[in-house]
């Protein structure tokens, strides 16, 4: 797991930039923010494969 993560702490603001991890074999890049207010939590989460995948299963 790679994670390059900025953290606004005072706005509650996560800022995940070239971040990565490995599932199952599958190599997965994560860019995006996640918010935290006092109501919700907001995503906007951005999740690539830099190649094809077989055999996952809906």
Same mark, same amino acid.
């Given at each position: 797991?790679?994670?390059?993560l900025?953290?606004?702490?005072?706005?509650?603001l996560?800022?995940?930039?070239?971040s990565g991890?490995?599932?199952?074999? +599958?190599d !997965? &890049? @994560?860019d995006?923010t996640? /918010?935290?207010s006092?109501k919700?939590?907001? +995503?906007d !989460? &951005? @999740?690539?494969?830099?190649? /094809?995948?077989?055999?996952?299963?809906s």
């Amino acid at each position: 797991m790679k994670v390059a993560l900025d953290v606004g702490s005072d706005k509650g603001l996560f800022t995940f930039r070239e971040s990565g991890i490995k599932l199952s074999g +599958l190599d !997965l &890049k @994560i860019d995006g923010t996640i /918010q935290n207010s006092e109501k919700d939590v907001d +995503l906007d !989460l &951005k @999740i690539t494969s830099p190649g /094809q995948f077989y055999g996952i299963a809906s």
